[in-house]
């Protein structure tokens, strides 16, 4: 049947006169970006940018959106070749749910992006990419990511008893922007594999592009309870001197060497929710722009300062959450994890690179009552493993991929 359509349009093509399209059309749809053998237009970076401003999405939206659509080619790709395809029921649901987070009727919805000048096809087909490989990686990984009731206990900090746990680290955060990515994790391979806390801190001088770096990336003791749930079990599982795998992060990744673990009489609360801001300075981790976060650093003492620094600015360019921990991005809790209230931190870029995060800790909301239950704990650290997977795949993708510009 393939062969049979494929031969009607090659006919058809051959004796039907060719169509004149308006010369402003033909620029429109013509050739930006080939991932493989899949064409993404200029219509499609356009629409995408439009997407991403009615989503209020911080930093070069230019960039940001053609870096989304080769991966959307590489998911398409990878999707086709298993054979999956959402349904036109589950699509429809898919796109109703999205909408109902803004607590608004998918119609009512379609109508608010289309004023923002977006069509009901771009989004369509931004959910069913979205939708496809989320179910898509479920479906691949879901062996692998099945947490044992010891990796709860880990995560809840419990494996020593009425006791809390104590960890002392080194970190590396490699930048990896998608025109370094395949380097950065050549290096982060490299130096996963070493068990010298020596050979670490060299490393850490030399690549890192946190501020500890100057320390060799030495952190101090820190509750295993202020990193991300997904992870505690993987340092935990570290002796010392050995280094976890690769962490991708947004824009880079992360490598954390374990130098001791210990317990302390009094527990650290599991904190409920975390309130944290966002400021964003244009120029990435350019000595401009680093400059201006110092300078930025020096006013501020509090969350509530930064209305000041960000007052007559676009509302987009400071951003205040309060969330469960396991909703706050990895790079950003990675960050948190090290800050007190009051405290800052500028080693985290967005939009590839462009864009520097001004990150401060305002305060943690310690769980009260019974504490957290165990199955929210076990689908947050399934999550957060699936989405481990879903980034490593991701980069095998492109890194096999052929992407260029016509």
């Known amino acids: ?79 086709d ?23 608004l009727q998918l119609d009512q919805f379609l109508t608010v992006l289309a004023q923002g000048g977006v069509s009901e096809e771009t989004f369509r087909d931004f959910v069913r990419v979205n939708v496809s490989w989320r179910d898509f990686i479920r479906s691949r990984y879901a062996d692998r990511a099945r947490v044992s009731e010891s990796d709860i206990d880990r995560a809840l900090g419990q494996s020593g008893g009425s006791s809390a746990i104590e960890v002392l680290l080194s970190e590396i955060i490699i930048p990896a922007p998608p025109p370094q990515a395949q380097q950065a994790i050549a290096t982060a391979n490299r130096i996963a594999q070493t068990t010298s806390t020596a050979t670490f801190e060299a490393e850490a001088r030399r690549v890192s592009a946190l501020p500890s770096r100057a320390q060799g990336g030495r952190l101090d003791w820190l509750p295993i309870t202020n990193y991300p749930a997904g992870l505690r079990g993987v340092i935990l599982d570290l002796a010392p001197g050995e280094v976890t795998a690769p962490i991708p992060i947004t824009n880079g990744v992360a490598l954390f060497q374990m130098r001791g673990v210990r317990e302390v009489p009094r527990p650290a609360p599991e904190p409920a929710a975390i309130e944290y801001a966002a400021f964003y300075i244009d120029g990435g981790l350019s000595e401009r722009a680093l400059r201006e976060a110092a300078q930025i650093d020096a006013r501020v003492d509090t969350c509530d300062d930064l209305y000041g620094v960000a007052r007559g600015l676009p509302a987009e360019q400071l951003q205040r959450d309060t969330l469960p921990p396991a909703q706050i991005p990895q790079d950003v809790a990675l960050e948190l994890a090290k800050l007190d209230p009051g405290e800052t931190s500028y080693a985290l870029t967005r939009a590839n690179g462009n864009t520097l995060v001004f990150l401060m800790m305002c305060s943690r909301t310690p769980t009260l009552g019974d504490g957290p239950d165990r199955d929210t704990i076990r689908t947050q650290l399934t999550g957060q493993r699936l989405e481990t997977y879903a980034s490593a795949l991701l980069a095998d993708l492109r890194a096999a991929a052929t992407i260029r510009t016509p």
């Open 1 to 79: 049947m393939r062969a049979l359509i494929s031969t009607i349009a090659t006919t058809l093509a051959l004796t039907l006169p060719p169509i004149a399209l308006p010369t402003g059309a033909v620029a429109q749809f013509s050739p930006a970006i080939i991932v493989n053998d899949s064409v993404v237009t200029e219509y499609e970076i356009t629409q995408r940018e439009a997407l991403l401003r009615a989503f209020r999405t911080p930093g070069n939206l230019s960039e940001l959106a053609r870096e989304q659509l080769i991966e959307d080619r590489l998911k398409l790709q990878a999707l």
């Open 81 to 103: 070749r298993a054979g999956l395809r959402l349904s036109d029921d589950s699509l429809r649901t898919a796109m109703e749910e999205f909408a109902g987070r803004a607590d």
